[in-house]
């Protein structure tokens, strides 16, 4: 009769431990620029949280808990990101981190993260670095800046004729500039296609036409364009036309050739120019498609890699806590999202997601670093101010125009 | 030889508008003595009245200058005559930091207000450019260089013809002369200040159609316009006009032929150089 | 005990008390973040306030130290604590031609000079890829394994960096007092109030300003590095940005030129409103700053510490 009465009991007082540990919203962090000049971005990333984060918690949150993403502002700057995240994670006691957005402030925050053992699942920022470093608290679900160029690699090996005779690379001078810059410039070193024009150019220049003067002196088939800045990708695309360029093809590599924003400002001048990297899942996937209805029914904007991303990594962090067995003790808990973090294997909109250490097409030794990013690359073609994904075929939405029509 | 004569137009057709930044700085400078380090926010305030002036009124920008123009004078008048009229006694630095917080200030203001979104103006005959012999000309960036001179134009009449004018050129000279001839040397700074504000609001919508706008902006040009003003000499108006161009010149020619990226730093090294051995700028027009 | 001893002291005292009491891992890097830009703040002073020269390029001297240090460490195996004063010395030794250039510049003139002057520093440290890396900058993953008092130093907890902030503002404010008092803080009030009479007198204007800024970038440098070993990653963006630059001229306004105690008053003030705006108030904390600093100069150029001096010494006269 006792020893009921005592198992009763135990099981009540289990009952309201893990009751009280139900109760408990699972808190993510998500260290963003909510104001200053990266603001337009840190709002992307909020909206395709939030609209994450309603799903999960409409489907029941994670094993009955329900799942909390608390935003921090870090302005684009890696002083205050490494101040929030560590604020997330010691007085908000947050079991994972995402978000960063720029590299910059990626790095801080990875830093943080891995001496603060807390896992960190990077969500878009690209830097190499940030997953080669060997930290094994940090996670990567999206390309790095290097693996970006590898649908551009593919398109011109294997479609007919797309060889390029010469080519010029004008890139921005941050570490996204120069690392695109430099995976596309040695990518056709390999393929013997001479780079008659290399050029750097600093973030948000005024006026890119002396640029573009001289790299029409040069003649060359290709242009590709590397652009960290949305301006940056307009003013080059259009002082280009203006200057009387006319190449095979403009390919643009850079998250600013692949906005609405680059259609509405130059019109029809955008017409015909590739955008490279700006993967966001592949829209021949009916989910894909399902969850682009969705997010332009709720917000009256159509997704691309930045929504597609950080949509992504609440889902793969909610399947991995899932699969975490938590115990409400803080180190313990993050350690346990970590394992499952390594073991994870599941699609999702933006594409397969597996954690692997490998080397990457620059060499970088990476850790915890996606192993199906290079498929993740695409090269996009804007076509009547839409832009489509062209190559490869499996995840083309349309024909693709090759070479660029001579225009008179 | 094609490429030379295309940038050497880009530099010319550039540094005009640089130039006009610049002038409002320079007449400033010149009566008040002192370095309004909130000017380039008086510019970046003129290219979002442009862009809001097409954005909610359809009104081209090359229009809406007549509107704005006033306005900004309007606005230059009353900072000074609140704002800045009781911290210049404090002294050239006092004066100096105080802009540097105004700056700081109208910018994030700016960016609180309209988000960080770059924004373009597009204009339908923005898209193909004019190619009179070969070398292509955008066509805002040409109406706006023509709009340029004569606003040049004006402000040379202006200062040479008129009552007023004759009062700022005589205050710039020498302040205390001024007052003993009877100047009010004090409605003389504030309708300075106004004119200031007016052409770099005025500067900033002849830009923006060619440029990108961003609450923050100003950052970039202030740089541009201190390099512009300098290479001039302070306190020069046609000093600000050639080294408008010269910078825009430089700056083309250097990007073709030099590198694209340390373009901007040939420019620092100029102003330095200028600054150091030249200080009444490179025509020795400065004060 | 002379007051300033005892005030000295009593500062000491509470630096050494707050980690007693504030147990609060996020508290405690807000602290060190007010005592490292108390650093900045001084070292801006030195030069501002003292000598009376507006600089805006001070980030650049702060971009040498950390630079420094972190090349030291990462690529020469020199421990932080070393790299952190070479660090400041580097600062001041790139200062010395800066200063026999600019400073034949008065006022105004000074100030845009050494905008360039920041200007070229911040493309140096984007280009001169060989040493500097670049936009890639530098990581520092793992601090080397010391030994203090028997006790193995733990890198993960805050205390030891909070200890060097605290070492290095102390270091910085007493180089302000000292300067204050000494035959060179005479010379530099001279040279505020009147430069030409004061070389009229005989002083050597030049040697003084360019002394005054070899010891603002000695400060300036160890800030710097202080950077480099607290927050780990160095990138031309972070550190030598035009920003940084203004924030340092701010918190030296704000707090009190020519005050010892004023950048510690103007790093308090301005990191708590920081911190409010950012949380509360989800706003740029820019706004406030330009805001205050035109309340400042309006209406207390003598800046809140100045100010509060002001008025004790009234009371006191009063009494």
Redesign the interface.
Known sequence: MMRRVMSQALAAMGVLVSTSMLAQPIRIGAPQP???????FGDKFKKAYGMALEEINAAGGINGRKLEIVIE?H?A????A??VA??LI??GKVLAMTGGRAS?QA??IA?VC???KTPYLVDHPS?D?ITA???EWVFRNNPTGSIYPMAFSDFITNFPGAMPKSAAV?YD???FG?TIGGAVIKILKAKNVPVVAD????V????F???M??V??TNPDYLLLVAV???DA??LTRHAR???LSPRAFVGFGGGFGIA?FT??????AENVFSSAAWSGNPNDPKTKTFYEKFHAKYDIWPHEHEVEGYSAIYILADAIRRAKLTGDLDADRDAIRKALLATDMITVFGKVKFGNWAGPLGDAYTNQNVYSPEQTVMAQWRGGQLLNVWPKAFAETTLVFPEPVKK | MDTFAQSLVSGVLTGALYAMIGIGLTVVFGVMRIINLAHGEMVMLGMFGAFWGQRLWKLDPFVSILVWTPLMFLFGMLVYRFLLKKIIPGGELNTLLYTAGLSLLIANLALFAWSGDYRTISLSYGITPVRPLGIAISVPLAIAFVLAILVTLALWLFLSRTNLGRAIRATSQSAEAAVLMGIDVERVAMVTFGLGTALAGAAGILLAPSLYLYPTVGELLIVKCFVVVVLGGLGSVPGAIAGGILLGVVESLGAVYVSSTYKDGIGFVLFLAVLLYRPSGLFGAGK | MTRKLALTLAGVAVLAAIPLFVQNSFLLHVCILVLMWTVLGAAWNVLGGFAGQVSFGHAALFAVGAYTTVILFLKGGLAPWWGIPLGGLAAALVSVPIGFLCFRLRGPYFALATLAVAEIVKLVALNWESVTAGSVGYLITTLPPVRLFGLEVNWEKKLPFYAAAAALAIVALLTTGWLRNSRLGAYLVAIRENEDAAEAVGIDTVRAKVVTLALSAFLAGMGGGFYAFYFRYVDPDAVAGIGLSMEMVFIAVVGGLGTVGGPLIGAVFLTAVAELVRDRFQMGHLIFYGLFMMLVIRFMPEGIWGRVRRLTAGLKAGA
């Open positions: 909510v104001t200053g000049p990266d603001a337009p502002d302005q700057k890696n002083q205050l490494a101040t560590e604020k010691t007085e910059g790095m801080e830093s891995q001496r603060l830097a670095m470093k060997g930290f004008v001078n941050t570490l120069k050029e750097a150019y600093p948000n220049t005024l006026d036409k002396p640029t003067t001289k029409k002196g800045a949305p301006t307009v003013l203006e200057m009387g924003d509405n400002q130059l019109g029809p001048l």
